[in-house]
T-cell receptor
Framework: AQSVTQLDSHVSVSEGTPVLLRCNYSSSYSPSLFWYVQHPNKGLQLLLKYTSAATLVKGINGFEAEFKKSETSFHLTKPSAHMSDAAEYFCVVSDRTSYDKVIFGPGTSLSVIP | SQTIHQWPATLVQPVGSPLSLECTVEGTSNPNLYWYRQAAGRGLQLLFYSVGIGQISSEVPQNLSASRPQDRQFILSSKKLLLSDSGFYLC?????????????FGDGTRLSIL
């Protein structure tokens, strides 16, 4: 069975300071992991994905995430927050061998204070 | 490049009325197609997915149904809407048999039931 835990339902940072959004997963399979961003009244946009290559994954808009198997974590980071980063972020785990075993985390709302 | 279209963007319907939401994908063949619902302030709930024309899998039993009349067209329907059907409906597509491919989302339909 698979599950995803996003440890913070809401994170608030000041503009220009680092962002850390935490994600832990549980999977019986070799997982693929994704981070998506959702701006208000919009669909989800893929930020980055991990599919068994390099454990440090770089995505769009300066975001990156590190896959740590020993900690079953896939935390999302950005060195310097921008006002446009304010959005909802979803961590997703899927079974690499099957398209229909995809689990979305509950989401973390990121606020950026000017 | 691939694109996904959902319409309408917003919809207000009375309780008991029928529903038809449409999603089309362009630029890819034989995609996997998905319908999700997102209640206010909550994560995504997978409603239906399809791996081919006429092939629909339901994840949550309710008064909604889905159909795939063409390869790149996915329709969400209801004969009689309930108040609990309010929410943000998202269509998504992916390719391949494995879960290592990300899903790509449309901009969603905001459905309000009165």
């Amino acid at each position: 069975a698979q599950s995803v835990t996003q440890l913070d339902s809401h994170v608030s940072v000041s503009e220009g300071t680092p962002v850390l959004l935490r994600c832990n997963y549980s999977s019986s399979y070799s997982p693929s992991l994704f981070w998506y961003v959702q701006h208000p009244n919009k669909g989800l946009q893929l930020l980055l994905k991990y599919t068994s290559a390099a454990t440090l994954v770089k995505g769009i808009n300066g975001f990156e995430a590190e896959f740590k198997k020993s900690e079953t974590s896939f935390h999302l980071t950005k060195p310097s927050a921008h006002m446009s980063d304010a959005a909802e972020y979803f961590c997703v785990v899927s079974d690499r061998t099957s398209y229909d075993k995809v689990i979305f985390g509950p989401g973390t709302s990121l606020s950026v204070i000017p | 490049s691939q694109t996904i279209h959902q319409w309408p963007a917003t919809l207000v319907q009375p309780v008991g009325s029928p529903l038809s939401l449409e999603c089309t994908v362009e630029g890819t063949s034989n995609p996997n197609l998905y319908w999700y619902r997102q209640a206010a302030g909550r994560g995504l709930q997978l409603l239906f997915y399809s791996v081919g024309i006429g092939q629909i899998s339901s994840e949550v039993p309710q008064n909604l149904s889905a159909s795939r009349p063409q390869d790149r067209q996915f329709i969400l329907s209801s004969k009689k809407l309930l108040l609990s059907d309010s929410g943000f409906y998202l269509c998504a597509w992916s390719v391949g048999q494995g879960g290592d491919q990300p899903q790509h989302f449309g901009d969603g339909t905001r459905l309000s039931i009165l």
